[in-house]
């Protein structure tokens, strides 16, 4: 089987007659981080050879909001490493996410899709460092109430059936999604479980297998898709919302990374955490505030963001720690052999695990258009190594304890916050945006579009206007259900 990175315009016309494909689907994400569709129905070779070869046309002013009508044309040309068998359509059907040119016949600039490359390259030109990256996806199932075994509120992660209801939809999603190409890890049942208004809200989370940023870009964006679609055919409302009401477990989009130089983990050295990846966890810090600009991108998102709820609020790292922004989880760097310890009747000695290793940025949720988080946390990643004082910024921002317990007060109060609104996540970013502009790698337009876009919420001092409104919070959930 070919590596998809091989496959060829030869290839997929050669998949589409002997598997008697009838209709070709170009995919793509807009500035609203959604996927859009073009359908082509294949009436002749000819036909299926030209728009492999020359795309088509699409308007661009429809599908971000800083291009504009007067010179709005865009080309989208199929990227044939994404192919896969649409599993909901009727005719059989082969679906492809297209890449943006514009009317000169260039990548797109502006492009999320080719943000996050520009990022990725620029980060391997100058360091030799593949930026790869995993999603943890989490979304709620929203459902009529089943009286049958009640789950306890709130106590809902790991769940087995039958008090978890939503294990066999989320194994479905998981295989349709490794169909399209995913790079899956594993599934659960989350913490989130409760009614509200006579409905069942169940948190599920799906994770990701760390590759390279740009296909993770890619299996986020589809996975949302399947997932919404799956549930949509099955009667049933997801959302990756990353609030529902006060007081009950926010999704987060939470992501991990990894950073590989001539095909090796370069995140550990001799055991540890190294200092490569430091001076990565210190870039990313270094302009977190803005980073929430790409990954916090509706008002809701900042009512997730508070403390005591397992999600961060300011600008630190720690070891296995829940509370800090960035969290570096357990990561297989012993060498003992649990598989023989745990089964006497395996064999061997000391294991290296140590390319499991990742760390972990906290704040995003599922609002965020995938593309341009990943680009912002190579463009992160990239500073840190560039940062000459980077490893004492590591040590300033590293946190071994709950910062939100009491006794930790006067630690707390040495750490930057995380903004509180869209307003200030735009202020943060037009603050930063050189760091973001330099090397080319964003576009002014694109940040020029996100700084406007989050600013149109007029949410400056939302969070404190609605506090004990649950009427109004519930009227934000609303709008904000199915955002990203």
Known sequence: MKKPQLITKADVIRFVKENGIEMIDFMYPAGDGRIKTLNFVITDDEYLDNILTYGERVDGSSLFPFIEAGRSDLYVLPRFRTAFVDPFAEIPTLTMLCAYFDRDGHRLESSPDFTLHKACKTLKD???????????????????????????????????????????????????????????????????????????????????????????????TLAKWIIRTLAWKRGLNVTFAPKITVGKAGSGMHIHMRLVKDGKSVT????????????????????????????????????????????????????????????????????????????????????????KQTFEMRSPDGSANAYLLLAALCVGVRLGLEMPDGLAEADRTFVDVDIHK?????????????????????D???????????????????????????RAYRDRTLRHDVEGNPTKVAELVKTYLHCG
């Open 126 to 220: 100058k360091f030799g460092i593949e930026f790869q990256a995993m999603g943890e996806l989490e979304y709620y199932v929203v459902s009529e109430l089943d009286p049958a075994f009640p789950a306890e509120n709130q106590h809902g992660y790991h769940e087995s059936d039958p008090f978890a209801k939503f294990n066999s939809f989320r194994t479905e999603c998981m295989h349709l999604i490794a169909q399209a190409g995913g790079n899956i890890k594993y599934g659960h049942s989350e913490v989130g479980n409760f009614t509200l208004e006579g409905r069942n809200y169940e948190q599920n989370e799906i994770e990701f297998l760390p590759v390279a940023a740009e296909d993770a870009a890619d299996q986020i």
């Open 428 to 454: 943060c970013l037009e603050n930063q945006r050189a760091l973001y502009e330099a090397e080319g790698v964003f576009d002014a337009r694109a940040i020029d579009g996100t700084i406007a876009r989050l």
């Open 268 to 355: 550990v050295a001799d055991g540890a955490l190294s200092e490569t990846a430091r001076r990565a966890i210190a870039g990313l810090l270094r302009i977190a505030p803005s980073i929430t600009a790409f990954g916090n991108t509706v008002p809701v998102s900042y009512f997730r963001l508070v403390p005591h709820q397992e999600a961060p609020t300011n600008v630190c790292w720690g070891y296995s720690n829940r509370s800090a922004l960035i969290r570096v989880p357990l990561g297989w760097t012993s060498t003992v052999n649990m598989c023989a310890e745990a089964n006497p009747a395996e064999k061997g000695g000391p294991v290296d695990g140590s390319f």
């Open 406 to 426: 009491k006794e930790n007060a006067a630690r707390l109060a040495t750490l930057e916050s995380l903004p509180d609104s869209c307003a200030a996540s735009a």
